[in-house]
């Protein structure tokens, strides 16, 4: 037998750059490198219009860069069919975003359920069923299956978000001020949580205003004007 391969990183940019086309072009996110190994919870913190909504779209596969590489789990993001995109999406990354956006009339169950089917997979509906419940439970909402949002609190609807992201089993949670919405106390609650998924293994990128978040995490990354600092870490 050979010896191990050491595991890619989750997220590698390299020289990964977007502008806007305009006009006029807006240099968003200046090409630079990024390496979030597996396991890594990091933060990137900005002020408004520093470019992390475009970092975030990029990294998400939401939005494709102008240039540079973006390799995500080893995979050369760049030379996927937009189809192949949008697959490696669903399976691979979560998202958490500020609002939520849970459908109002679903359950609880029913929110993580579709949201399954979109990310595609082999999973039939029994299957997809009984993951559901497994992920709300691992989010502690074993005792809400049947609730529609509306009759949650922000931090049990936020929790419903979260175990929507796990559900396909991804290999990188994108967190888009997961407490920005929260008050103080349910916002712990919500880090807590992002802690035990750390330290289950979970890979974690934040993008917060909140120095809570930023404190709690294992690396902080700036980004200014564009440009990603503090990005590369091997
Ligand atoms: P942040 O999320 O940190 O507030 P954004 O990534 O949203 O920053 O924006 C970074 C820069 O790119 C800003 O100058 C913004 O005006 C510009 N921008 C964002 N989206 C577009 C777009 N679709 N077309 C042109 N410029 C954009
Ligand atoms: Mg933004």
């Known amino acids: 037998m050979t010896g191990h391969r050491t595991p890619p990183p989750v997220v590698e940019f390299t020289g990964v750059g977007l502008t806007y ?3 006029p072009p807006v240099a968003a ?31 998400g596969l939401l939005d494709r860069p102008t240039m540079g590489t973006y390799r995500l789990d080893g995979i050369d993001t760049g030379a996927l069919k937009e189809r192949d995109r ?13 609002s939520f956006h849970l459908l109002p009339y679903r359950t609880a169950v029913e929110n993580v359920e579709l949201a399954m089917m ?3 997979g082999r999973r039939g509906r029994a299957e997809r069923a009984a993951r559901a419940r497994e992920v709300l439970a691992r989010v502690g909402l074993g ?16 929790r419903v978000a979260i175990a929507r992201a796990l559900a396909a089993g991804p290999s990188l949670l994108l967190c888009d001020e997961p407490t920005g919405n929260l008050d103080t ?49 091997r």
């Open 143 to 158: 005792h809400r299956l049947h609730h529609t949002p509306t009759t949650l609190s922000g931090g049990e609807r936020q």
């Open 185 to 233: 106390a349910t916002a712990d609650g919500v880090l807590a949580l992002l802690d035990g998924l750390h330290a289950e293994g979970m890979t974690i990128l934040v993008i917060t205003h909140d120095r809570a978040v930023a404190a709690r995490a294992g690396r902080g990354v700036a980004i200014r004007d564009g440009v990603i600092s503090g990005g590369v870490l």
């Open 21 to 23: 086309p305009g006009p």
């Open 29 to 59: 996110l200046r090409p630079g490198d990024l390496v979030v190994g597996r396991g890594e919870y990091v933060t990137i913190t900005g002020p408004s219009g520093s470019g992390k909504s475009t970092f975030l779209n990029v990294a």
């Open 118 to 120: 979109y990310q595609g």
């Open 86 to 98: 949008t697959a490696l999406r669903g399976s691979r990354i979560g998202f958490v975003f500020q």
